[in-house]
Antibody, heavy 120, light 106 residues
Framework: EVQLVESGGGLVQPGGSLRLSCAAS????????MNWVRQAPGEGLEWVAN????????YYVDSVKGRFTISRDNAKNSLFLQMNSLRAEDTAVYYC?????????????WGLGTLVTVSS | SYELTQTFSVSVALGQTARISCGGN??????VHWYQQKAGQAPVLVIY???NRPSGIPERFSGSNSGNTATLTISRAQAGDEADYYC?????????FGTGTKVTVL
């Protein structure tokens, strides 16, 4: 059974930092592109970032470029999102999602999400 | 940046057919994926690459894509289909989601 479990969310002040983690199991983690997707309260889904199987390629939505960094540890089946210079508009549930084998564009499996609240 | 537009809400009678549209410039040239998100839950992939159903998704869910509109069709709608539905494509190296459609089963 595929499992994606996010952790690391919480309350942080504007300008602060947070590191999200996603623990993966039940599939060959090192063979899949991985993604972060967020959803602000009462709003729709927003793709945030993704990373290639070996970490050699990373892409970001414009609103987080220069502030967020996606990374992975294939030995530990883990995905990370380092979030710096956080803003109120970054408040959201952050989901980890694995892409379909051989197709980075399909977000096949999703975790339950972790809530990040940016507020003073 | 590429934009996807969806109708805000769709209502369907129990057992009838719901059609959810996703509009984008020449979207027919792109692979479209659809996700179902029930209240308080994580999204679930229901259609990928326009017409393909993942394992475990009922045959009642189908998709099409042509021109400037992609469509998710839910046949014989059930109460359990009530959810928000999002289309998604890949833009220039980034993912793009539609605005979402709330489906209500009457």
């Amino acid at each position: 059974e595929v499992q994606l479990v996010e952790s690391g969310g919480g309350l942080v002040q504007p300008g602060g930092s947070l590191r999200l983690s996603c623990a993966a199991s039940g599939f060959t983690f090192s063979s899949c592109w991985m993604n972060w997707v967020r959803q602000a309260p009462g709003e729709g889904l927003e793709w945030v970032a993704n990373i290639k199987q070996d970490g050699s390629e990373k892409y970001y939505v414009d609103s987080v470029k220069g502030r967020f960094t996606i990374s992975r540890d294939n030995a530990k089946n883990s995905l990370f999102l380092q979030m710096n210079s956080l803003r109120a508009e970054d408040t959201a549930v952050y989901y980890c999602a694995s892409s379909l084998y051989g197709d980075y564009s399909v977000l096949q499996f999703w975790g339950l999400g972790t809530l990040v609240t940016v507020s003073s | 940046s590429y934009e996807l537009t969806q109708t805000f809400s769709v209502s369907v009678a129990l057992g009838q057919t719901a059609r959810i549209s996703c509009g984008g410039n020449n979207i027919g040239s792109k692979n479209v994926h659809w996700y179902q998100q029930k209240a308080g839950q994580a999204p679930v992939l229901v259609i990928y690459r326009d017409t393909n159903r993942p394992s475990g998704i009922p045959e009642r869910f189908s998709g099409s894509n042509s021109g400037n509109t992609a469509t998710l069709t839910i046949s014989r709608a059930q109460a359990g289909d009530e959810a928000d539905y999002y289309c998604q494509v890949w833009g220039s190296s980034t993912g793009v989601f539609g605005t979402g459609t709330k489906v209500t089963v009457l």
